[in-house]
């Protein structure tokens, strides 16, 4: 029995170390990109909430088909 690919997945470039390196995970599992979310994680500061990080992930659309 076949395991099928979801047709969307998310990539998070923390998990990859570099864009470069992120998006050529993707085309290596069949992806393209198609979008790109930016995430604030945000730190409480001494008044009030501040920027600590900003998380890139982004979302492949499957293009090959494995038959």
């Known amino acids: 029995m076949k395991r099928v690919k979801p047709k969307k997945k998310q990539f998070d ?3 990859y170390g570099s ?3 992120c ?3 993707m085309k290596a ?4 990109p198609v979008r790109r979310l930016e995430k ?3 730190k409480e500061g001494e008044k009030s909430l501040e920027i ?3 998380v890139i992930i982004f ?3 499957l293009i090959k088909t494995e038959q």
């Open 13 to 15: 470039v923390s998990d």
């Open 19 to 21: 864009i470069g390196a």
């Open 23 to 25: 998006l050529d995970a």
């Open 29 to 32: 599992e069949g992806y393209t």
């Open 40 to 42: 604030p994680i945000f």
């Open 52 to 54: 600590h990080q900003q």
């Open 59 to 61: 979302e492949g659309k």
